[in-house]
């Protein structure tokens, strides 16, 4: 059984965070996964876009609710299934208790009834972990977008 607390120190050094430049409007993510190397991997990923902002990582649901709270994240990508908490419940919470922030769900489990859980739990979209390099930039631009109704109706 694992301890939260063993979770976050399998990272080794942590990802360095980087900073809003000065006058850009960033997208402030936060990444959770109880696997370190996939949180790591992604963010290496999200890197790519200039606007996206990585204000933390949580390892498990309980944890995320907690960062969401202190670092008010504008998306949080969240896993499914994980020790402590999972990503529904968490996603629950989340999106009852912060109404302005989306959550995105990602999953190596991506089934119908997955995809039905966190979207009834209030995520605004939902992915397989394997088709999230094709699909989860403009998904995340789309639910952006979809915040301001000049630009878009709706996220999914």
Do not use: Y
């Not at 949180?39 to 290496?44: D, E, F, N, S």
């Not at 009834?113 to 009834?120: I, K, Q, V």
């Not at 390099?133 to 878009?152: F, V, Y």
Request: charged share 25%; net charge positive.
């Amino acid at each position: 059984m694992h301890r939260k607390t063993d979770l976050c120190r399998q990272e080794g050094k942590p990802v360095k965070l980087r900073k809003r430049r000065m006058g850009a409007r960033s997208v402030r993510i936060l990444i959770v996964d109880d696997t370190a190397i996939f949180r790591k991997a992604l963010w290496l990923f999200l890197l790519t876009e200039p606007i996206f902002e990585l204000v933390g990582m949580a390892c498990d649901g309980s944890e995320a609710i907690g960062k969401v709270e202190k670092l008010k994240p504008d998306l949080v990508i969240m896993d499914t299934l994980m020790p402590v908490m999972g990503g529904v419940e968490a996603t629950r919470m989340i999106t009852t208790r912060f109404p302005g922030t989306i959550v995105i769900g990602l999953s190596s489990v991506d089934t119908e009834a997955a995809r039905e859980a966190m979207l009834n739990a209030g995520a605004a979209d939902f992915f397989g972990k394997i088709e999230a390099l094709d699909t989860l930039m403009p998904a995340i631009q789309r639910c952006i977008a979809a915040r301001n109704p000049h630009k878009s109706k709706g996220c999914t």
